[in-house]
């Protein structure tokens, strides 16, 4: 998955801390489950694990607007 990020950071011109930051928040998400990746262009591979990775980090963030508006 590292190589993926890289590859995606690359086309993205991510680099540095922001890169860093991203990696660090991908590092600590808990497993939610199998999900198949069909085969097809790599663009598009990347984009769904991209998907899932973001979409757990906006879950995270929701949880912590809730604690402390809560």
């Known amino acids: ?3 993926l990020f890289n590859e995606w950071c690359e086309s993205k ?6 890169k860093h930051y991203i990696w660090k928040i991908a590092r600590h998400f808990k497993q939610s489950g199998e999900k198949s990746i ?3 262009e790599e663009a598009v591979r990347i984009n769904e ?3 899932k990775m973001f979409g757990a980090d906006l879950e995270r963030l929701k949880r ?3 604690k402390e508006e809560g």
């Open 64 to 66: 912590i607007v809730d």
């Open 1 to 3: 998955m590292l190589s």
């Open 49 to 51: 694990i991209l998907e």
């Open 38 to 40: 069909s085969d097809g």
């Open 13 to 18: 011109d991510i680099g540095g801390a922001d």
